[in-house]
């Protein structure tokens, strides 16, 4: 597997990843106020270029995502997806060791949202080191969901091509 920086010319299939992922949590949280869910395919492309967007590919497959970018002291982690037939083997992990690892000088602690709901997500965060903390979701992400973050100086190292 081949991870890249993602560029404008993917937003296509990262959409496309996007809808198959986001389903997923709507169910999941039982919703479908999901910013994700909502966005167009200029919005994607939009976001390609003004966050730090990384892409798996399997082949010429695109099977997973992860997205950061400095906000203050704090390296924002999001999208994080990966094709939902290849989910458990390690790639979540991996994508966000690699995002942890990009994150800026300044950066002094990392942060990221998901659904309340969304027990597989908020296990593999914990796992990495990621708390739960009292912050609510600011506007623009999934209706109840978490915040979790971890300090930087305990980032996760990329781990071995998959």
């Given amino acids: 597997m081949e991870l890249t920086d993602a560029c404008p010319e993917d937003a296509p299939e990262l959409l496309v ?3 198959c992922c986001w389903v997923q949590e709507a169910v999941l949280n039982d919703t479908l106020a999901i910013p994700a869910l909502h ?17 798996l590919r399997q082949d010429h497959r695109l099977v997973g995502v992860v997205r950061a ?33 990009q994150a800026p000088a300044e950066a002094r602690r990392f942060a990221l949202f998901t659904g309340a709901r969304s027990a597989r997500n908020i296990a593999l965060y914990q ?15 999934i209706a109840g969901a978490v915040y979790l973050e971890k300090d930087v100086t305990l980032r996760e190292k990329p781990g071995p091509a998959a």
């Fill in 17 to 19: 990843l996007q809808r």
């Fill in 69 to 101: 970018r400095l906000d203050g002291d704090r390296w924002e982690l999001g999208r994080l997806m990966v094709a939902p037939d290849l989910a458990g083997r390690g790639l979540g992990r991996r994508l966000l060791a690699h995002a942890e690892a």
């Fill in 127 to 141: 796992r990495a080191g990621y708390r739960l903390t009292d912050a609510a979701a600011p506007e623009g992400h």
């Fill in 39 to 55: 966005e167009t395919l200029e919005d994607v492309r939009d976001w390609t270029k003004t966050w730090s967007v990384w892409v």
